[in-house]
């Protein structure tokens, strides 16, 4: 199953007939916890089948079932060697990271996905954030690209005009990097002690 354009993705899922929206569920929720394939394309394919809002709400909710299932795999099976690791490399105890701290970042790495999705699930799973703080942040932050990419692939199938929503999915992907960068920079700067 190798989804490498967006048309072999509705291919692939259109041949389940019926079935195809639970089909598209379990392929968002494997997505979440294995990117074998792009959420772009995934979530484009829905919005192409399925149309806006279902299939928004399919890659929405696929994706945060199997991001809670990842984190939920990750914190019962145990990692306690990697997070030693993880404080001796990056001298930072994840045990410590308050609440409100833990909640923006996942936020802020979900609405700007350029930190790779399990990375997000694997290491709040190993910190001391709760459940709650994890299925919130990742609930509102998962929500504006389930949103932009299932338009856009809802636009594709209305007005078939592959240029404008290329040229829209560039300006997003620009604004995303534009953001991350933007953020990246302010908590470097924050991390700076003061001058004196």
Sequence with gaps: MDFSTVNEAIQYIRSFGPWAPLVAFVLF?????????????????????????EGFAL?????????????????????????????RFFKMDLN????????????????????????????????????????SASALGKIPFSLIYTGLGNHL?????????????AVILLISFLGFRYVKIRMGASKQPPNH
């Design 157 to 169: 199938r209305v007005s078939e005009d592959i240029i404008t929503t290329a040229a829209a999915l």
């Design 59 to 87: 890659a929405w909710i696929g994706s945060l079932a199997g991001a809670c299932f990842a984190f939920f795999l990750v914190r019962m099976t145990g990692w306690e060697w990697l997070h030693a690791k993880i404080q």
């Design 96 to 135: 410590e990271v308050t609440p409100l701290i833990g909640f923006w970042g996942i936020l802020i790495a979900r609405i700007f996905p350029v930190v790779p999705t399990p990375l997000i699930n694997f290491v709040s799973g190993i910190s001391g954030l709760s459940f709650g703080i994890f299925l």
């Design 29 to 53: 929720f494997i997505q979440a916890a294995l990117p074998v394939f792009p959420f772009i394309i995934l979530a484009g394919a829905a919005g192409v089948i399925f149309g806006f809002w």
